[in-house]
């Protein structure tokens, strides 16, 4: 089995994952931050939503320079936030489903006003800065969910607003 094979059944569970949780963005609630250091709840947001798009970066690039001048991606509501991510997720997949190992084992290096941040294979790249990066922030976008009274379904399990929903219909 190739390493692109490997990782898609884990790419597709974490994005349905993901994609369930941003359909819980609350339009309106966009500029919420739980402290002001923090991203607002819409940057957050349109963080993990565009994540799958570092993916096709990976797959298609052999290096990413970062100058500082970029402009973040904004989605004025959750539908626009939705069709963005429906659209990255649909481009990874295919690309990560006719990657080779060979393709995957290529060095893949960020770098940030010309200073290196990383390099690695584009496998390593995949699972750290893809799936795991999403992760960490779509764990953050829970809270900042839950701070704001938003029900939401779990990732890995039933979440404590599913069980009240299974404890009622068993009781």
């Known amino acids: 089995m190739s390493i692109a094979q490997t990782l898609l059944p ?3 569970q974490e994005m349905k994952s993901t994609r369930k949780l941003l359909e819980c963005v609350p339009d309106g609630k966009f500029d919420y931050k739980p ?3 923090s991203m607002s709840l819409g940057q957050l947001a349109a963080h993990v939503g565009e994540m799958p798009s570092y993916a096709i ?6 290096r990413l320079d970062f100058t500082g001048n970029e402009k973040p991606f904004a989605p004025a509501t959750r539908q626009e936030l939705l069709d963005a991510f429906d ?3 649909k481009q990874a997949r295919e690309l990560l489903s006719k990657a080779s190992d060979e393709d995957l084992a ?3 290096t960020l770098t940030y006003k010309g200073q290196q941040i990383f390099a690695m294979p584009r496998a390593a790249v995949l699972r750290s800065m893809v799936l795991s990066h999403l992760i960490h922030h779509r764990g953050q976008l829970g809270v900042y969910l839950r701070m704001n009274n ?4 779990g990732m890995y399990g039933p979440s404590a607003d599913e069980m009240k929903k299974w404890d009622a219909a068993s009781a």
């Open 10 to 12: 884990e790419f597709d």
């Open 87 to 89: 659209n990255y997720v």
């Open 106 to 108: 290529k060095v893949w």
């Open 57 to 62: 970066g990976t797959l298609t690039l052999e």
């Open 35 to 37: 402290h002001e250091k």
């Open 150 to 153: 938003v029900e939401f379904p």
